[in-house]
């Protein structure tokens, strides 16, 4: 995508996010409004990934979403991006719906790794999956994004420590 499409996604993306939280009178906005144009940045410009999913994600670069109440803007980019039909965006934190406020596994949602909720754990899981890509000769990256809150919890500054002692250099 060039940058005049990054834009226009950007916008469509924030459209999603203002359109979901509306309708259901329940999210957290202005975390995922600020950081869409990272996720769009990520999602349609730098990543390689392939949206016939698959957990183990060899070959691929892999995103880790720790600060899970941004969810409206990984969602949206999620569908924006061919993991499932952006129709689905209308069924956020409905019963029964896959797309709730902190993204599960358990519903079997194309693209969620990890379920997140519990702060400063993505940290270690990316930590995790980066090592394990390195080991396995495997050269894609591991994304991953973490709210400010989550650096006064412990097991990040562990997590970090631990990549800079394991010298992880393809977590970004």
Not at 93 to 113: A, F, M, N, W
């Amino acid at each position: 995508m060039d940058l005049a499409q990054l834009k226009d996604t950007a916008s469509q993306v924030r459209r999603d996010i203002v359109r979901m939280v509306h309708a259901v009178q329940s999210g957290h906005p202005g975390g995922s409004l600020g950081c869409t144009e990272y996720m769009v940045a990520l999602y349609f410009h730098m990543m390689k990934y392939n949206t016939d999913f698959d957990m183990d994600g060899k070959g691929e670069d892999l995103f880790f979403l720790s600060n899970g109440h941004i969810s409206p803007v990984f969602y949206s980019v999620l569908a924006r991006a061919g993991y499932f039909p952006v129709d689905e965006l209308k069924t956020f934190r409905k019963i029964d719906s896959r797309l709730q406020g902190h993204p599960t596994t358990h519903e079997g949602l194309p693209g969620v790794r990890i379920a997140s909720g519990s702060l400063g754990q993505g940290m270690s899981v990316a930590c995790g999956a980066a090592l394990a890509k390195r080991l396995n000769g495997d050269k894609q990256l591991v994304f991953s994004l973490h709210g400010d809150g989550e650096l006064q919890e412990g097991q990040n500054w562990e997590a970090i420590m631990f990549a800079a002692h394991h010298k992880i250099d393809n977590l970004i």
